[in-house]
């Protein structure tokens, strides 16, 4: 019997909010040291809108339940959507780190509150399916990544006084979703009389818990300081660094939308370990390469072994949460927020006192923390497997 994965409008949307928030992630953590060059700040400093983006991953981990309860996930996304808006118009026209960091503030909320409504939205509508179809979802997330990520670079190389109005492009995909693709038809959400989903999570959760940390914090060091390691090893300029990082969205988006399938046979554990793996692997050749081009590849495996520990982590602490969807998203959102918020900002402080190479060497800690945690505590996520080639 074959399955497929069905992409209707309920996935294109949810997809498309996800690539509206991604192209500001893919623009942010790359253009630090531009924002570094314009408000004159050390690494510690510019690590502080890492942090504020963290914070405010926490704060949404802790009012999504409360919110996806009270409006319904739907509604819930759009409210993300809102705040994130809000905070990007704001970002883009704060002239100092005392504006910029709230501005962050503001803007991650709303990206955590969207993405953590799309990860239930897509495991509730697909159930067996929603593997598969959470990785395809955030294989087209990445394409927002990578032309955050190439707009600013872009911009920054030819008009480098104006590379933040680039992350002004996620303005009008929102609005066309909102104004285009939101579903009118809705029935009014009622909520459930037993209040939102709460309750203590198991041990095994919470061991899970820590392995997502160690994911995120792994990624997010990659991501946001990348380009800093680049120019430090190449000597690269700023704005050439921004664009190599985009190789690291691209490996992303083609580990969400191959990796599934090619992988589609092994345990979900096994995928996510085999990610972690690759990750390792292109960390290392971007940590000891002092070759531009060199550095370029690396990013770019690194991006293929990152793809896919988001979706898979998320769906093993969703497997833990005793079928409490809402309530486990949110408590991986607290832990995207301290990865989020202590990993860059640890990372530049490091940096600021050893150096951004040596500094780097946090990375495959992290990596081997969530590799074990993996093999300490397996999950039994279902997956029903594809047989035959998906269009």
């Known amino acids: 019997m074959t399955h497929k994965i069905t992409r209707d409008r309920y996935f294109w949307t949810v997809a498309l909010q996800t690539v509206c928030v991604n192209i500001f992630l893919g623009s942010f953590g790359p253009s630090q040291p531009l924002l570094r060059a314009d408000q004159g700040t050390s690494l510690t400093i510019a690590g502080l809108h890492g942090t504020a983006m963290g914070v405010a ?43 910029s960091i ?72 929102a609005a ?21 989903q709460s309750g203590k999570l198991s041990r095994a959760f919470w061991i899970s818990w820590v392995g997502y940390v160690a994911c995120i914090s792994s990624e997010f060091a990659i991501s946001f300081w990348a380009a800093a390691l680049i120019i430090d090893r190449t000597g690269a300029t700023p704005a050439i660094s921004t664009l190599t990082v985009a190789a690291l969205g691209t490996g992303m988006a083609l580990g969400r939308w191959y990796g599934g399938r090619i ?19 292109g960390f290392t050749i971007v940590w000891f390469s002092h070759n531009l081009q060199i550095s370029f590849i690396g990013v770019l495996i690194a991006g293929l072994g990152i793809s896919n520990q988001f979706a898979l982590a998320s769906l093993r602490m969703i497997a833990f949460s005793d079928n409490r969807p809402d309530l486990a998203i949110g408590r991986s959102s607290i832990a995207a927020g301290i990865a989020i918020g202590g990993s860059p900002f640890l990372l530049g402080v490091l940096g600021d006192a050893f150096g951004i190479s040596r500094a780097y060497l946090m990375v495959p800690v992290l990596i081997l923390i969530a590799y074990a945690i993996v093999k300490i505590s397996p999950s039994h996520v279902p997956q029903k497997v594809l047989i035959d080639n998906e269009l």
């Open 102 to 173: 709230p501005a962050a503030l503001i803007a991650g909320f709303g990206i955590s509150i969207t993405i953590n409504n799309a990860i239930t939205a897509i495991t509730t509508h697909y159930k067996e399916m929603s593997p598969m179809a959470l990785t395809q979802a955030n294989a087209i997330a990445s394409c927002g990544y990578v032309s955050g990520t190439l707009i600013v670079g872009t911009i920054a190389n030819n008009y480098r006084d104006f590379w933040r109005f680039g992350m002004l492009i996620a303005l009008p995909l």
């Open 57 to 99: 991953s926490i704060l949404a981990g802790l009012v999504n339940p409360h919110l996806a309860h009270r409006f319904g996930r739907p509604v819930t996304a759009w409210i993300g959507i809102g705040f994130f808006s809000v905070g990007l118009i704001a970002f883009v026209a704060s002239p100092s780190v005392l504006f």
């Open 176 to 196: 066309f979703l909102f104004f285009g693709m939101r579903d009118k038809t809705t029935e009014v959400h009622i909520p459930h009389e037993d209040g939102s």
């Open 263 to 281: 992988l589609k046979r092994w345990h979900i554990d096994t995928q996510l370990n085999t990610f972690i793996g690759i990750q390792a692997v």
